[in-house]
């Protein structure tokens, strides 16, 4: 299940309910999609083959059927990352940059770990959303964040889009943001 670090006091938010209204306050949506759904052998992999994402698709066809529905996504890929792709460290540097979309950045976690480090409310500033299996997001437009992935480097997500041109990254600039 997802936590919250606040950067700037430590705090930290745990429980479901209690993430889920945090993350509302500040306009991210948060759900929870059953990880126990894929396949054993599909949720320790992270190097995946066309089948492997076919079939991940397939198992949470009405899932992502549900949120696009009701979100207005209107396509959907697969993203795997891992020591086992090629550049990962360079990839990820492009990643750990603060940045904007204009449409919001949906990802559900399949397997493996993410993170997604957030600008919140003035109150709050940046906050840290730890995601693992099952765990889905979206992060309004225009809300500064960026994305990486935590200390075992692996993750497998599917990515839904409106229009995958919304999700091409406008730098924001932001002297308060400390690494
Ligand atoms: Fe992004």
């Given at each position: 299940m997802a936590e919250i670090r606040i950067r700037n006091t430590e705090e930290r938010i745990k429980g479901e309910e209690n993430v889920r209204a945090f993350l509302n306050q500040q306009e991210v949506l948060y759900e929870h999609w059953d990880a126990s759904k894929l396949s054993t052998e599909l949720q320790d992999k992270f190097v995946l083959s066309d089948e492997d994402k076919a079939a991940i698709l397939s198992t949470y066809e009405s899932e992502i059927n549900d949120l696009a529905g009701r979100r207005g996504y209107k396509t959907?890929?697969?993203?795997?990352?891992?020591?086992?792709?090629?550049?990962?460290?360079?990839?990820?540097?492009?990643?750990?940059?603060?940045?904007?979309?204009?449409?919001?950045?949906?990802?559900?976690?399949?397997?493996?770990?993410?993170?997604?480090?957030?600008?919140?409310?003035?109150?709050?500033?940046?906050?840290?959303?730890?995601?693992?299996?099952?765990?889905?997001?979206?992060?309004?437009?225009?809300?500064?964040?960026?994305?990486?992935?935590?200390?075992?480097?692996?993750?497998?997500?599917?990515?839904?889009?409106?229009?995958?041109?919304?999700?091409?990254?406008?730098?924001?600039?932001?002297?308060?943001?400390?690494?």
């Open positions: 959907w890929d697969i993203v795997a990352l891992s020591d086992a792709t090629p550049n990962l460290d360079e990839i990820l540097k492009k990643f750990e940059e603060v940045h904007t979309h204009t449409e919001d950045e949906v990802r559900a976690i399949i397997a493996g770990r993410g993170i997604f480090i957030i600008k919140g409310t003035d109150d709050v500033g940046y906050f840290d959303v730890e995601l693992e299996a099952g765990d889905v997001i979206s992060v309004p437009e225009n809300k500064p964040h960026f994305f990486t992935l935590m200390e075992n480097r692996q993750i497998v997500a599917v990515r839904l889009f409106i229009e995958p041109a919304g999700w091409v990254a406008q730098p924001f600039q932001d002297p308060s943001f400390q690494k």
